[in-house]
C-alpha cells in the first residue's frame, strides 16, 4: 500500500481512483498526475513499479495543495470571511447554507436535526 501525502492508497483500486482517496485529489487531477508520472491509469498502485510511485508522490506533494495544507488554507478563508463580516461569513458563523440556498425547507445538512417548537400549529390554509 504506497503512501502518498501522508495517506495509504489503497493498493486494490485502479490508480486514479486509488489516488481520489487523498484529499484535495478528484478524477480530473488523479488523471492528469498519472498521464504525467507515465503511469497507465489502469495500473493498480500494488503494480506501480519503485519509481512510479515515486514520481506519483513528488508530483502530488510539490505541484499540489492536499490533505492537511489544502484543509488549513480552506479554514483560514472561511475564518477570513466571518472576520470581514460578510454576509458569506455571516451564514458561516449562523451555520446556514452560503450559496443561496432556501432555508424554509431543507437545508438540514447545515441547519442540523430539526427542534420542534412548542405551540405552533400550521393553519390547514398554509402548505
Known amino acids: 500500500m504506497p503512501r502518498i501525502a501522508g495517506v495509504d492508497v489503497p493498493d486494490h483500486k485502479r490508480g486514479e481512483i486509488a489516488l481520489t482517496e487523498i484529499y484535495g485529489v478528484g478524477r480530473s487531477r488523479a488523471n ?20 512510479e510511485t515515486k514520481k506519483v508522490r513528488r508530483i502530488i506533494e510539490e505541484e499540489y ?17 466571518m472576520d470581514i463580516g460578510c454576509y458569506r461569513g455571516k451564514r458561516h458563523r449562523e451555520g446556514l447554507p452560503v450559496n443561496g440556498q432556501r432555508t424554509r425547507t431543507n437545508a438540514r445538512t447545515r441547519k442540523g436535526k430539526r427542534k420542534t417548537v412548542a405551540g405552533r400549529k400550521q393553519s390547514k390554509d398554509k402548505k
Open 32 to 51: 492528469n498526475v498519472l498521464k504525467e508520472a507515465e503511469v497507465s491509469v489502469d495500473k493498480r498502485p500494488r503494480e506501480w513499479s519503485e519509481s
Open 65 to 81: 495543495t492536499v490533505e492537511g495544507q489544502l484543509r488549513t488554507e480552506e479554514q483560514m478563508n472561511i475564518k477570513r470571511l
